[in-house]
Protein backbone atom coordinates (compact mmCIF):
# COMPACT_ATOMS: atom_id res chain seq x y z
CA UNK A 1 0.00 0.00 0.00
CA UNK A 2 1.03 3.58 -0.85
CA UNK A 3 2.12 6.03 2.61
CA UNK A 4 -0.92 8.65 3.69
CA UNK A 5 0.88 11.48 1.61
CA UNK A 6 0.72 10.08 -2.00
CA UNK A 7 -2.61 8.53 -1.12
CA UNK A 8 -3.67 12.85 -0.53
CA UNK A 9 -1.48 13.80 -3.63
CA UNK A 10 -3.86 11.18 -5.73
CA UNK A 11 -7.08 12.65 -4.52
CA UNK A 12 -6.23 16.20 -5.09
CA UNK A 13 -4.77 15.40 -8.51
CA UNK A 14 -7.45 13.32 -9.25
CA UNK A 15 -9.59 16.68 -7.68
CA UNK A 16 -8.04 19.09 -9.66
CA UNK A 17 -9.26 17.83 -13.41
CA UNK A 18 -12.84 18.87 -12.08
CA UNK A 19 -13.53 22.43 -12.33
CA UNK A 20 -12.08 25.75 -11.53
CA UNK A 21 -8.28 25.48 -10.12
CA UNK A 22 -6.76 27.52 -7.64
CA UNK A 23 -2.93 29.10 -7.66
CA UNK A 24 -1.76 26.15 -5.36
CA UNK A 25 -3.44 23.78 -7.38
CA UNK A 26 -1.67 24.73 -10.52
CA UNK A 27 1.01 24.96 -8.39
CA UNK A 28 0.97 21.50 -7.90
CA UNK A 29 0.48 20.45 -10.99
CA UNK A 30 3.48 22.22 -12.43
CA UNK A 31 6.07 20.40 -10.21
CA UNK A 32 4.29 16.92 -10.87
CA UNK A 33 4.23 17.67 -14.58
CA UNK A 34 7.69 19.04 -14.68
CA UNK A 35 10.49 16.20 -15.25
CA UNK A 36 12.49 15.01 -11.95
CA UNK A 37 16.60 15.19 -12.45
CA UNK A 38 18.40 11.81 -12.41
CA UNK A 39 20.30 12.94 -8.73
CA UNK A 40 17.25 13.82 -7.36
CA UNK A 41 16.05 9.95 -8.33
CA UNK A 42 19.21 8.46 -6.92
CA UNK A 43 19.14 5.97 -3.87
CA UNK A 44 22.38 7.21 -2.18
CA UNK A 45 21.83 11.21 -1.74
CA UNK A 46 17.77 10.04 -0.72
CA UNK A 47 19.41 7.94 2.44
CA UNK A 48 22.49 10.46 2.72
CA UNK A 49 19.94 12.90 3.08
CA UNK A 50 17.66 11.44 5.87
CA UNK A 51 21.06 10.36 7.70
CA UNK A 52 21.80 13.88 7.30
CA UNK A 53 18.32 14.90 8.53
CA UNK A 54 18.65 12.85 11.82
CA UNK A 55 21.86 13.58 12.62
CA UNK A 56 20.90 17.59 12.14
CA UNK A 57 17.32 16.49 14.53
CA UNK A 58 19.93 15.03 17.60
CA UNK A 59 22.03 18.08 17.00
CA UNK A 60 18.84 20.02 17.64
CA UNK A 61 17.78 18.37 20.51
CA UNK A 62 21.22 18.66 22.53
CA UNK A 63 21.41 21.98 21.77
CA UNK A 64 17.99 22.95 23.16
CA UNK A 65 18.55 20.89 26.30
CA UNK A 66 22.01 22.18 26.74
CA UNK A 67 20.64 25.92 26.60
CA UNK A 68 17.60 25.03 28.75
CA UNK A 69 20.55 23.59 31.52
CA UNK A 70 22.52 26.84 31.39
CA UNK A 71 19.71 29.15 31.79
CA UNK A 72 18.17 26.82 34.93
CA UNK A 73 22.27 27.09 36.16
CA UNK A 74 22.25 31.23 35.62
CA UNK A 75 18.70 30.60 37.81
CA UNK A 76 19.94 29.22 40.55
CA UNK A 77 23.03 31.42 41.01
CA UNK A 78 21.33 34.16 40.74
CA UNK A 79 18.91 32.96 43.49
CA UNK A 80 21.32 31.69 45.31
CA UNK A 81 23.59 34.96 45.60
CA UNK A 82 19.96 36.92 46.26
CA UNK A 83 19.98 34.16 49.72
CA UNK A 84 23.49 35.07 50.55
CA UNK A 85 22.56 38.89 50.73
CA UNK A 86 19.31 38.53 52.70
CA UNK A 87 20.83 36.22 55.36
CA UNK A 88 24.21 39.59 55.47
CA UNK A 89 21.80 41.83 55.76
CA UNK A 90 18.50 40.80 57.68
CA UNK A 91 20.69 38.07 59.75
CA UNK A 92 18.92 34.72 61.05
CA UNK A 93 16.37 34.54 62.76
CA UNK A 94 16.55 32.44 66.20
CA UNK A 95 14.21 30.18 65.42
CA UNK A 96 15.30 29.13 61.89
CA UNK A 97 18.77 26.81 61.40
CA UNK A 98 21.27 28.08 59.31
CA UNK A 99 21.70 26.94 55.83
CA UNK A 100 25.05 25.27 56.92
CA UNK A 101 23.66 22.88 59.25
CA UNK A 102 21.15 21.87 57.22
CA UNK A 103 22.90 21.10 54.00
CA UNK A 104 26.13 19.91 56.31
CA UNK A 105 27.39 16.67 55.11
CA UNK A 106 28.75 14.76 57.46
CA UNK A 107 30.84 11.38 56.98
CA UNK A 108 29.94 8.55 58.82
CA UNK A 109 32.00 7.54 61.88
CA UNK A 110 33.78 4.43 61.69
CA UNK A 111 32.25 1.67 64.21
CA UNK A 112 35.92 1.16 66.04
CA UNK A 113 35.90 5.14 66.65
CA UNK A 114 32.28 5.01 67.96
CA UNK A 115 33.22 2.08 70.79
CA UNK A 116 36.37 4.13 71.75
CA UNK A 117 34.22 7.58 72.03
CA UNK A 118 33.71 9.04 75.50
CA UNK A 119 33.53 12.36 75.33
CA UNK A 120 32.57 13.99 72.13
CA UNK A 121 33.33 18.37 71.97
CA UNK A 122 30.33 19.71 70.04
CA UNK A 123 30.07 23.20 69.02
CA UNK A 124 27.17 25.19 70.55
CA UNK A 125 25.20 27.13 67.57
CA UNK A 126 24.97 30.21 69.70
CA UNK A 127 28.73 30.73 69.85
CA UNK A 128 30.18 32.06 66.35
CA UNK A 129 32.41 29.88 64.47
CA UNK A 130 35.85 29.31 65.25
CA UNK A 131 38.08 30.72 61.83
CA UNK A 132 40.57 27.95 60.72
CA UNK A 133 43.66 30.37 61.15
CA UNK A 134 42.40 30.20 65.22
CA UNK A 135 41.55 26.50 65.08
CA UNK A 136 45.46 25.98 64.19
CA UNK A 137 46.88 27.89 66.44
CA UNK A 138 44.12 26.35 69.30
CA UNK A 139 45.78 22.56 68.13
CA UNK A 140 49.43 23.92 68.22
CA UNK A 141 49.57 25.60 71.39
CA UNK A 142 46.79 22.71 73.00
CA UNK A 143 47.92 20.76 75.53
CA UNK A 144 46.57 17.56 73.84
CA UNK A 145 49.84 15.54 72.52
CA UNK A 146 47.99 12.22 70.82
CA UNK A 147 44.60 12.69 70.32
CA UNK A 148 43.52 9.19 69.54
CA UNK A 149 40.88 9.79 66.86
CA UNK A 150 40.34 13.14 64.56
CA UNK A 151 37.55 13.36 62.39
CA UNK A 152 36.71 16.28 59.54
CA UNK A 153 33.29 17.29 58.45
CA UNK A 154 33.01 19.50 55.56
CA UNK A 155 30.08 21.99 55.86
CA UNK A 156 27.89 24.10 53.03
CA UNK A 157 27.03 27.48 52.91
CA UNK A 158 23.78 27.81 51.15
CA UNK A 159 22.86 25.73 48.35
CA UNK A 160 26.45 25.55 46.52
CA UNK A 161 28.36 21.99 47.00
CA UNK A 162 32.03 23.54 47.12
CA UNK A 163 32.40 23.85 51.16
CA UNK A 164 33.77 26.94 52.57
CA UNK A 165 34.52 25.83 56.38
CA UNK A 166 35.96 22.79 58.04
CA UNK A 167 34.76 21.63 61.53
CA UNK A 168 37.64 19.48 63.28
CA UNK A 169 36.56 17.16 66.32
CA UNK A 170 39.22 15.78 68.86
CA UNK A 171 37.68 12.63 70.56
CA UNK A 172 39.53 11.11 73.60
CA UNK A 173 40.73 8.01 73.99
CA UNK A 174 38.65 5.51 76.18
CA UNK A 175 40.67 4.17 78.98
CA UNK A 176 41.24 0.40 78.02
CA UNK A 177 38.87 -1.93 80.93
CA UNK A 178 40.92 -5.05 82.59
CA UNK A 179 40.47 -8.59 81.79
CA UNK A 180 37.06 -9.94 83.46
CA UNK A 181 38.09 -12.35 85.61
CA UNK A 182 36.45 -15.74 85.27
CA UNK A 183 33.90 -16.89 87.95
CA UNK A 184 34.02 -20.68 89.68
CA UNK A 185 30.51 -21.91 88.24
CA UNK A 186 29.02 -23.77 91.80
CA UNK A 187 27.86 -27.70 90.45
CA UNK A 188 23.96 -27.49 90.87
CA UNK A 189 22.65 -29.45 93.88
CA UNK A 190 20.56 -31.73 91.14
CA UNK A 191 23.85 -32.80 90.24
CA UNK A 192 25.61 -33.67 92.95
CA UNK A 193 25.66 -37.33 94.38
CA UNK A 194 23.65 -38.80 91.32
CA UNK A 195 24.35 -42.22 92.10
CA UNK A 196 22.23 -45.34 90.60
CA UNK A 197 19.90 -45.60 93.95
CA UNK A 198 19.54 -41.82 94.06
CA UNK A 199 18.03 -41.88 90.22
CA UNK A 200 15.81 -45.15 91.22
CA UNK A 201 14.15 -43.34 94.01
CA UNK A 202 13.30 -40.09 92.12
CA UNK A 203 12.01 -41.77 89.67
CA UNK A 204 10.03 -44.61 90.03
CA UNK A 205 9.21 -43.81 93.98
CA UNK A 206 8.09 -40.36 93.98
CA UNK A 207 6.51 -39.75 90.91
CA UNK A 208 4.85 -36.64 91.45
CA UNK A 209 1.90 -36.58 88.93
CA UNK A 210 -0.41 -33.84 89.67
CA UNK A 211 -3.10 -32.81 87.20
CA UNK A 212 -2.83 -28.65 87.85
CA UNK A 213 -6.04 -28.84 90.87
CA UNK A 214 -4.61 -26.22 93.28
CA UNK A 215 -6.83 -25.03 96.47
CA UNK A 216 -7.00 -21.06 97.29
CA UNK A 217 -3.50 -21.21 99.28
CA UNK A 218 -1.92 -22.50 96.08
CA UNK A 219 -0.85 -25.72 97.32
CA UNK A 220 -1.36 -28.84 95.34
CA UNK A 221 -5.09 -30.68 96.53
CA UNK A 222 -4.18 -34.20 94.58
CA UNK A 223 -1.91 -36.52 96.94
CA UNK A 224 1.88 -37.41 95.15
CA UNK A 225 1.58 -41.06 93.50
CA UNK A 226 4.26 -43.64 94.81
CA UNK A 227 5.32 -46.26 92.85
CA UNK A 228 4.40 -49.41 94.72
CA UNK A 229 7.89 -51.40 95.97
CA UNK A 230 7.88 -55.61 95.47
CA UNK A 231 7.07 -57.15 98.45
CA UNK A 232 10.06 -58.64 100.67
CA UNK A 233 11.98 -61.70 99.87
CA UNK A 234 10.92 -60.79 96.02
CA UNK A 235 13.81 -59.15 93.86
CA UNK A 236 12.73 -55.89 92.10
CA UNK A 237 13.80 -56.71 88.22
CA UNK A 238 12.77 -52.72 87.21
CA UNK A 239 15.17 -51.42 89.64
CA UNK A 240 18.27 -53.84 88.45
CA UNK A 241 17.22 -52.78 85.01
CA UNK A 242 16.72 -48.95 85.04
CA UNK A 243 19.93 -48.07 83.77
CA UNK A 244 18.84 -50.05 79.99
CA UNK A 245 16.27 -47.34 78.00
CA UNK A 246 14.42 -50.63 76.35
CA UNK A 247 13.27 -51.94 79.58
CA UNK A 248 11.54 -48.80 80.10
CA UNK A 249 11.78 -49.70 83.77
CA UNK A 250 9.95 -46.71 85.41
CA UNK A 251 6.73 -47.71 82.80
CA UNK A 252 7.17 -51.44 82.56
CA UNK A 253 4.66 -52.14 85.68
CA UNK A 254 1.50 -49.20 84.49
CA UNK A 255 2.12 -50.56 80.74
CA UNK A 256 1.43 -54.52 81.79
CA UNK A 257 -1.19 -53.59 84.16
CA UNK A 258 -2.88 -51.41 81.36
CA UNK A 259 -2.56 -54.09 78.70
CA UNK A 260 -4.51 -56.21 80.98
CA UNK A 261 -7.51 -54.17 81.54
CA UNK A 262 -7.48 -53.75 77.48
CA UNK A 263 -7.80 -57.95 76.66
CA UNK A 264 -11.47 -56.93 77.73
CA UNK A 265 -11.80 -54.93 74.68
CA UNK A 266 -9.93 -57.27 72.20
CA UNK A 267 -12.07 -60.40 73.44
CA UNK A 268 -13.12 -62.91 71.14
CA UNK A 269 -15.81 -65.25 70.80
CA UNK A 270 -17.04 -68.49 69.27
CA UNK A 271 -17.07 -67.63 65.45
CA UNK A 272 -17.50 -70.70 63.54
CA UNK A 273 -21.23 -70.98 64.01
CA UNK A 274 -21.31 -67.49 61.78
CA UNK A 275 -19.31 -69.00 59.43
CA UNK A 276 -20.54 -71.49 57.28
CA UNK A 277 -18.13 -71.87 55.36
CA UNK A 278 -15.18 -72.29 57.38
CA UNK A 279 -14.22 -74.77 60.18
CA UNK A 280 -11.06 -75.09 62.80
CA UNK A 281 -9.23 -77.11 60.73
CA UNK A 282 -8.72 -74.56 57.38
CA UNK A 283 -8.10 -72.27 60.47
CA UNK A 284 -5.24 -73.87 61.45
CA UNK A 285 -4.13 -74.39 57.38
CA UNK A 286 -4.25 -70.56 57.46
CA UNK A 287 -2.29 -70.22 60.63
CA UNK A 288 0.17 -72.62 59.65
CA UNK A 289 1.13 -70.70 55.99
CA UNK A 290 1.45 -67.07 58.15
CA UNK A 291 3.92 -69.17 60.28
CA UNK A 292 5.67 -70.37 57.08
CA UNK A 293 5.58 -66.52 55.90
CA UNK A 294 7.31 -64.96 59.00
CA UNK A 295 10.26 -67.63 59.27
CA UNK A 296 10.96 -66.99 55.19
CA UNK A 297 10.26 -62.57 55.22
CA UNK A 298 11.97 -63.11 58.66
CA UNK A 299 9.36 -61.21 60.76
CA UNK A 300 9.30 -60.49 64.36
CA UNK A 301 7.05 -63.18 66.26
CA UNK A 302 4.94 -60.14 67.54
CA UNK A 303 4.18 -59.69 63.83
CA UNK A 304 2.64 -63.14 63.80
CA UNK A 305 0.79 -62.93 66.52
CA UNK A 306 -1.03 -59.49 65.69
CA UNK A 307 -1.16 -60.96 61.97
CA UNK A 308 -3.39 -64.07 63.64
CA UNK A 309 -5.46 -61.84 66.60
CA UNK A 310 -6.77 -59.76 63.46
CA UNK A 311 -7.71 -62.85 61.50
CA UNK A 312 -9.69 -64.06 64.68
CA UNK A 313 -11.39 -60.25 65.03
CA UNK A 314 -12.13 -59.97 61.32
CA UNK A 315 -13.64 -63.34 61.28
CA UNK A 316 -15.91 -62.54 64.43
CA UNK A 317 -17.40 -59.54 63.18
CA UNK A 318 -17.42 -60.55 59.28
CA UNK A 319 -19.03 -63.45 57.47
CA UNK A 320 -16.66 -64.50 54.28
CA UNK A 321 -16.22 -67.45 51.67
CA UNK A 322 -13.54 -70.15 51.76
CA UNK A 323 -11.91 -68.52 48.63
CA UNK A 324 -11.28 -65.16 50.78
CA UNK A 325 -9.43 -66.67 54.06
CA UNK A 326 -6.27 -66.66 52.56
CA UNK A 327 -6.55 -63.03 51.19
CA UNK A 328 -7.50 -62.07 54.70
CA UNK A 329 -4.22 -63.81 56.43
CA UNK A 330 -1.96 -62.28 53.69
CA UNK A 331 -4.04 -58.40 54.70
CA UNK A 332 -3.30 -59.35 58.49
CA UNK A 333 0.07 -60.17 57.93
CA UNK A 334 0.52 -56.90 55.78
CA UNK A 335 -0.68 -54.46 58.60
CA UNK A 336 0.79 -56.55 61.47
CA UNK A 337 3.98 -55.85 59.63
CA UNK A 338 3.41 -52.41 58.89
CA UNK A 339 2.91 -51.75 62.59
CA UNK A 340 5.63 -53.79 64.43
CA UNK A 341 8.29 -54.05 61.73
CA UNK A 342 10.79 -51.46 60.82
CA UNK A 343 11.13 -52.47 57.39
CA UNK A 344 7.66 -54.44 55.97
CA UNK A 345 7.87 -56.56 52.53
CA UNK A 346 6.04 -54.64 49.97
CA UNK A 347 3.04 -55.18 48.59
CA UNK A 348 4.68 -57.66 45.22
CA UNK A 349 6.28 -60.04 47.86
CA UNK A 350 2.94 -60.72 49.66
CA UNK A 351 1.23 -61.55 46.30
CA UNK A 352 4.06 -64.06 45.45
CA UNK A 353 3.21 -65.91 48.60
CA UNK A 354 -0.08 -65.81 47.54
CA UNK A 355 1.28 -67.90 44.44
CA UNK A 356 -0.92 -64.88 42.07
CA UNK A 357 -3.92 -65.88 43.52
CA UNK A 358 -4.98 -62.30 44.34
CA UNK A 359 -3.83 -58.61 43.01
CA UNK A 360 -2.55 -55.71 44.38
CA UNK A 361 -6.04 -53.87 44.20
CA UNK A 362 -7.91 -57.17 46.23
CA UNK A 363 -4.76 -57.09 48.61
CA UNK A 364 -5.50 -53.11 49.67
CA UNK A 365 -9.76 -53.08 49.50
CA UNK A 366 -9.23 -56.21 52.14
CA UNK A 367 -6.38 -54.05 53.99
CA UNK A 368 -9.20 -51.06 54.21
CA UNK A 369 -11.98 -53.17 55.10
CA UNK A 370 -9.58 -55.36 57.62
CA UNK A 371 -9.11 -51.76 59.31
CA UNK A 372 -12.53 -50.15 59.27
CA UNK A 373 -13.63 -53.75 60.77
CA UNK A 374 -11.31 -53.43 63.74
CA UNK A 375 -11.76 -50.01 64.03
CA UNK A 376 -8.15 -49.10 63.58
CA UNK A 377 -7.06 -49.93 67.01
CA UNK A 378 -4.00 -52.13 66.42
CA UNK A 379 -2.57 -52.04 70.21
CA UNK A 380 -3.80 -55.29 70.74
CA UNK A 381 -2.43 -57.01 73.93
CA UNK A 382 -0.11 -60.15 72.52
CA UNK A 383 0.78 -63.04 74.61
CA UNK A 384 3.97 -63.46 73.51
CA UNK A 385 4.68 -59.81 75.16
CA UNK A 386 3.40 -61.19 78.51
CA UNK A 387 5.50 -64.08 78.43
CA UNK A 388 8.96 -62.22 77.58
CA UNK A 389 8.34 -60.06 80.76
CA UNK A 390 7.52 -62.92 83.04
CA UNK A 391 10.52 -64.66 82.00
CA UNK A 392 12.58 -61.80 82.29
CA UNK A 393 11.14 -60.67 85.57
CA UNK A 394 12.03 -64.43 87.04
CA UNK A 395 14.88 -64.43 85.46
CA UNK A 396 14.24 -67.72 83.70
CA UNK A 397 17.28 -69.67 81.13
CA UNK A 398 16.67 -68.85 77.66
CA UNK A 399 16.08 -72.68 76.71
CA UNK A 400 13.38 -73.02 79.27
CA UNK A 401 12.06 -69.55 77.52
CA UNK A 402 12.23 -70.84 74.21
CA UNK A 403 10.64 -74.00 75.21
CA UNK A 404 7.50 -71.55 76.78
CA UNK A 405 7.35 -69.83 73.16
CA UNK A 406 7.21 -73.23 71.21
CA UNK A 407 4.03 -74.21 73.66
CA UNK A 408 2.48 -70.40 72.97
CA UNK A 409 3.23 -70.27 69.35
CA UNK A 410 1.02 -74.17 69.16
CA UNK A 411 -1.10 -72.86 70.79
CA UNK A 412 -1.86 -70.23 67.58
CA UNK A 413 -2.84 -73.39 66.05
CA UNK A 414 -5.75 -74.20 67.81
CA UNK A 415 -8.84 -72.27 67.92
CA UNK A 416 -10.14 -73.14 70.75
CA UNK A 417 -7.49 -71.32 72.82
CA UNK A 418 -9.10 -67.79 71.05
CA UNK A 419 -11.35 -67.43 74.15
CA UNK A 420 -8.48 -67.47 76.77
CA UNK A 421 -6.75 -64.25 78.11
CA UNK A 422 -3.23 -63.74 76.66
CA UNK A 423 -2.14 -62.79 79.76
CA UNK A 424 -3.14 -66.14 81.29
CA UNK A 425 -1.91 -67.88 78.15
CA UNK A 426 1.80 -66.67 78.88
CA UNK A 427 1.34 -67.68 82.40
CA UNK A 428 0.50 -71.33 81.71
CA UNK A 429 2.61 -71.59 78.86
CA UNK A 430 5.17 -70.45 80.89
CA UNK A 431 4.09 -72.90 84.30
CA UNK A 432 4.29 -76.08 81.57
CA UNK A 433 7.79 -75.15 79.85
CA UNK A 434 8.94 -74.57 83.52
CA UNK A 435 7.21 -78.13 84.42
CA UNK A 436 8.83 -80.01 81.64
CA UNK A 437 12.37 -78.75 82.53
CA UNK A 438 11.77 -80.40 85.44
CA UNK A 439 10.64 -77.41 87.77
CA UNK A 440 7.40 -77.47 89.40
CA UNK A 441 7.58 -74.06 92.06
CA UNK A 442 5.43 -71.52 90.47
CA UNK A 443 7.84 -68.22 92.71
CA UNK A 444 6.59 -65.77 94.56
CA UNK A 445 8.18 -63.33 91.98
CA UNK A 446 5.94 -64.68 88.83
CA UNK A 447 3.19 -64.46 91.15
CA UNK A 448 3.89 -61.22 91.55
CA UNK A 449 4.61 -59.75 88.47
CA UNK A 450 2.26 -61.97 86.40
CA UNK A 451 -0.50 -61.06 89.36
CA UNK A 452 -1.81 -64.79 88.87
CA UNK A 453 -1.48 -67.51 90.94
CA UNK A 454 -1.73 -71.55 89.33
CA UNK A 455 -5.51 -72.07 90.14
CA UNK A 456 -5.89 -69.07 87.76
CA UNK A 457 -4.37 -70.46 84.48
CA UNK A 458 -4.28 -74.51 85.91
CA UNK A 459 -7.08 -75.17 82.86
CA UNK A 460 -5.34 -73.63 80.57
CA UNK A 461 -2.18 -75.33 80.77
CA UNK A 462 -4.06 -78.45 80.50
CA UNK A 463 -5.88 -76.97 77.35
CA UNK A 464 -2.55 -76.24 76.01
CA UNK A 465 -0.93 -80.11 76.79
CA UNK A 466 -3.60 -81.27 74.85
CA UNK A 467 -2.77 -79.17 71.95
CA UNK A 468 0.66 -80.46 72.05
CA UNK A 469 -0.21 -84.22 72.06
CA UNK A 470 -2.17 -83.99 68.99
CA UNK A 471 -1.33 -86.01 65.81
CA UNK A 472 -1.43 -82.99 63.17
CA UNK A 473 0.27 -80.45 65.32
CA UNK A 474 3.65 -82.95 64.77
CA UNK A 475 3.81 -82.14 60.71
CA UNK A 476 2.86 -78.45 61.36
CA UNK A 477 5.72 -75.60 61.07
CA UNK A 478 6.11 -74.48 64.39
CA UNK A 479 7.28 -78.14 64.98
CA UNK A 480 9.30 -77.94 62.47
CA UNK A 481 11.28 -74.50 63.19
CA UNK A 482 11.52 -75.35 66.47
CA UNK A 483 13.51 -78.74 66.37
CA UNK A 484 16.03 -76.35 64.75
CA UNK A 485 19.24 -76.00 66.69
CA UNK A 486 19.01 -72.25 66.88
CA UNK A 487 15.74 -73.03 68.75
CA UNK A 488 17.91 -75.59 71.22
CA UNK A 489 15.58 -78.38 69.76
CA UNK A 490 12.64 -77.93 72.04
CA UNK A 491 10.39 -79.42 69.79
CA UNK A 492 12.19 -82.63 70.61
CA UNK A 493 12.00 -82.75 74.49
CA UNK A 494 9.23 -85.23 76.11
CA UNK A 495 5.98 -84.46 76.74
CA UNK A 496 4.50 -84.30 79.87
CA UNK A 497 1.29 -86.29 80.66
CA UNK A 498 -2.09 -84.61 81.50
CA UNK A 499 -2.10 -86.44 85.19
CA UNK A 500 1.27 -85.14 86.20
CA UNK A 501 0.51 -81.73 85.69
Known amino acids: MAPLKQLNKQITLATMDRGIKTRSQQILMKKDVLPKRKADESPQKSITAKKTALCNEGKNINSKENERAELDVKAIIKQAAVTSREIKTRGLSKTRKPLSSVNSIKPPIPPAAKAQVKDVQKPETSKPRVPIKDLKT????????????????????????????????????????????????????????????????????????????????????VKKKTRRPPPPGIEDFDKENINEPNSVSIYAMDIFDYLKTRESTFKIKDYMCRQPDLNASMRALVVNWMVEVQENFELNHETLYLGVKLVDLYLSKVRITKNKLQLIACASLFVAAKYDERFPPIIDDMLYVCDGLYSSEDLTSMEVELLKAVDFQLGIPLSYRFLRRYARCNKVQLRTLTLARYILETSLLDYSTIRYSDSKLASAALHLALIMEGEKEWTSTLEYY???????????????????HKRHVKEHAIKIKYSHKVFFEVAKIPLVKSSDL
Request: hydrophobic share 35%; no cysteine.
Open 138 to 221: ELTTSTVTKPAVIVKATATVGILPRPTKTQVKIIKKQPELPAPTKVPIKPRKSDIDKSESSLYVSALEELNLDDGVKDKSGKST
Open 450 to 468: SGYKIQDFKDIMQVLNDVL
